[in-house]
Each structure stands twice: as structure tokens, then as C-alpha cells.
């Protein structure tokens, strides 16, 4: 997997383009189409059901297993209840969405257990990565079949 930059608002994109071996313009526009057209990807983020409709059909498409391993919330970096993500589950290829800072999203591609953020320069190991995004919860784990 080759570690692709992203625009704002654009991390899961982006990580579909890495995960598929696309540009980024190519997974937008392919988006925007399967959306209905003539709606920009920014605009799409405002309608969430449209959005996460589209999300869907893009990733049945490139046959990734939707929420293969959903994991808990994360809880507080120390402490009971706290379910840890590992590199363990991070086999193969996919999507990792997470929440941080308690609202924001975000999704990187990962490729056995390497996480290829598009929010950073280079990729790195679970560890490092853990450094960088202090998460808060865990929504899926969307792996390529």
C-alpha cells in the first residue's frame, strides 16, 4: 500500500484510493457518481445518510467486508474497560474508522498492521500511530476480502 495525502474532510477517501490502488480525484468522482451526481464530496458529508449509503455500495463494490471486526469503545487511554486495538487485528488489508477528541472522525488504510494515515507523512506501526491519535473509540474495522 502507498501512503496517499488527503484534503481536509477527505481521510476515508483517501483510504479507499490507498486501499485500491487509485487517485484520490478517481475514488472522489467515482463517489460523487454513485452518490447521484452532481453533488460534491463536501456537500455529501452534510447528508450522512447519503454518505454513509454511499460508503456502502463503494465498499461492497471493492469487496470489503463492512464492519468485519467491530471493537468496543476504547474508553480512557489507561484503565478498566479499556478494549485494546492490536496489531493482531489489523491482518491483510482495509479501513480502520476511529473517533478522537470525542466527535471527530477519521479513517486510515492499514496493511497488516502497518497504518497508512493519510493525515501523516509516512506510514507506521500501531505503536507509533497510538503516539500520534489519541482515540477514543473504535467504529469498525472494514477488511478487504
Known amino acids: 500500500m502507498e501512503l496517499l495525502k488527503q484534503k481536509p474532510y477527505e481521510c476515508w477517501i483517501t483510504s479507499l484510493a490507498m486501499l485500491t490502488q487509485q487517485s484520490v480525484d478517481a475514488v472522489r468522482i467515482e463517489f460523487e457518481e454513485t452518490a447521484g451526481g452532481g453533488t460534491p464530496y463536501r456537500a455529501l458529508l452534510d447528508m450522512q445518510a447519503k454518505w454513509f449509503l454511499t460508503s456502502v455500495i463503494l465498499m461492497d463494490k471493492y469487496k ?82
Not at 468496543?72 to 487511554?77: A, L, N, V
Not at 480502520?96 to 466527535?103: D, E, I, K, P, Q
Request: aromatic fraction near 8%; proline fraction near 7%; charged fraction near 20%.
Open 64 to 145: 470489503l467486508a463492512v464492519g468485519s471486526s467491530m471493537i468496543p469503545s476504547m474508553g480512557p487511554p489507561k484503565g478498566p474497560g479499556r478494549a485494546n486495538l492490536t496489531k493482531k487485528q489489523l491482518w491483510g488489508k482495509g479501513i480502520l474508522c476511529v473517533s478522537y477528541s470525542n466527535s471527530h472522525g477519521h479513517a486510515v488504510g492499514f496493511e497488516d498492521g502497518i497504518i497508512y494515515d493519510p493525515a501523516c507523512n509516512a506510514p507506521m506501526s500501531l505503536i507509533e500511530w497510538r503516539k500520534v491519535i489519541k482515540i477514543v473509540k473504535i467504529w469498525s474495522i472494514d477488511r478487504q476480502a
